[in-house]
């Protein structure tokens, strides 16, 4: 058996404005506490990394927020600290979530240098209504710019974030946000139905009837759409959400519990950091509100800024914390065999071309997959959500894609 590669996240909690249908931990007006928040970083990646023993990284995911409110010196001390803790493999990917309008060619030059080879934009529209609704502040000329400036700083691996399924969106507007991507040839392109959640500016505006539902039914005939333009505009749907562009390269994932291997697809632009979460292997997690899973715990951070900073100005007051847990965690959970199961099954479905192996999943669980889930299989298969496609393997059917939820609620 060997040691899988680990992938590690960092979340940057900072926003210029944190716009209506944002539900992620962030805030917006504390840049003044970036520098202080730097060095909390480091001081949890320094007390984790003492504890980690012998292990390789192979991706890094700075998200957020917004990574690129950061200056270049900023990453390139947390990454040497990340360096000094872990041992990183030759060919690691290592990600920025940027806003196209937070960017510049110096920024983008530098932190190319620091070692940062894969950025994601957060597009989510072409169309500059849609955009203002989102709250956005960026127009699509911004992000025309933001992809050339990338190119030339040496960025060959871009990835362009969208939202569909937004209020009073048509067909046309979607096609054409579509297009205009597509016109820009990145490497990857990723695709979220909006949903309204509790506790954000759009939910408590829909509540209240200020804003229009969503279509679900529009929705659907969006997602449909992507499904075929993309794939004739030569990108793999590799993942529900998510495309890579065909280069006929075997993108490939280490099992976590054997020596094999699985051939991903026909692509090398797959999202090997998010894959690691697919495929229900470990990552560390560092940062404010941060979520991770290794050495059996699922766990994550304080979310507050100044309560993060705090809880890693004395991190020897706890020593005795077992790996992966640091001063910054509020909530651990220590896996059954049952969860890390249930778990496998909801990430590794996402996977529209790789599914479920039963090879797989008997070498990490030491049983049958058709022995611990026969009657849920067996429905959803009869229900024309999930389908064979070898005689060991399951994945998602076109139908099943669209009713996602309806798939993965039987395996809770």
């Known amino acids: 058996m060997t040691n899988p590669n680990t992938s590690i996240y960092i979340h940057i909690p900072f926003c210029k404005h944190r716009c209506a249908y944002c539900d992620f931990n962030t805030y917006a007006g504390q840049e003044d506490s970036i520098p202080a928040y730097v060095q909390a970083l ?41 360096r000094s803790a872990f041992t990183f493999t030759a060919d690691a990917e290592i990600s920025i979530e940027a806003n196209p309008g937070t960017i510049s060619p110096e920024k983008l030059n530098a932190i190319r240098k620091s070692g940062i080879n894969r950025i994601s934009f957060g597009v989510q529209s072409a169309n500059t209504e849609e955009l203002r609704m989102l709250e956005r502040i960026h ?44 016109d820009l ?49 030569g990108y793999v749907h590799y993942e529900i959400s998510n495309w890579a562009k065909k280069d006929n390269a075997e993108g490939r994932m280490q099992n976590a519990e054997s020596n094999s291997s699985f051939i991903i697809h026909h692509s090398s632009f797959v999202c090997r950091h998010n894959l690691q979460y697919w495929h229900s292997l470990p990552y560390l997690a560092f940062g404010a509100g941060a979520h991770g899973y290794a050495n059996g715990y699922r766990y994550s951070n304080a979310l507050r800024i100044k309560t993060y900073i705090e809880r890693l100005s004395l991190p020897s007051a706890f020593s005795l914390l077992p790996f992966p847990l640091s001063p910054a965690t509020v909530n651990q959970h220590k896996q059954t065999l049952k969860d890390d199961m249930s778990e496998y099954m909801l990430n590794n479905l996402r996977l529209t071309n790789a599914g479920v192996a039963e090879s797989d999943f008997r070498l990490r669980f030491r049983s049958g997959l058709l022995d611990v889930y026969p ?17 060991e393997v399951y994945r998602l059917t076109k139908r099943g894609r669209l009713l996602g939820n309806q798939v993965f609620v039987k395996f809770v």
Do not use: C
């Not at 299989?377 to 005689?391: C, P």
């Open 185 to 233: 040839h990145p490497e990857h392109i990723s695709a979220y139905a909006l949903t309204l959640e509790h506790g954000t500016p759009f939910g408590r505006w829909s509540s209240k009837g200020l804003l229009p539902l969503p279509d679900p039914d529009l929705a659907a005939e969006m997602y449909e759409y992507a499904e075929d333009f993309l794939e004739a505009n």
């Open 139 to 182: 127009d699509f000329f911004t992000v025309i710019e933001a992809v050339s400036t990338a190119r030339k700083a040496g960025f060959d691996n871009l990835n362009l974030d969208l939202i569909y399924g937004l209020p009073e969106q048509t067909l046309a507007s979607w096609q054409t946000t579509l297009q205009r991507i597509v």
């Open 375 to 391: 009657k849920e299989i067996e429905d959803l298969v009869k229900n024309g959500l999930l389908e064979i496609k070898t005689s």
């Open 42 to 82: 480091i001081n949890e990646i320094e007390f984790v990394g003492q504890r980690a023993g012998q292990m390789n990284i192979h991706t890094v995911f700075f998200g957020g927020g917004t990574p690129s409110l950061l200056s270049a010196p900023q990453f390139d001390s947390i990454l040497r600290a990340l």
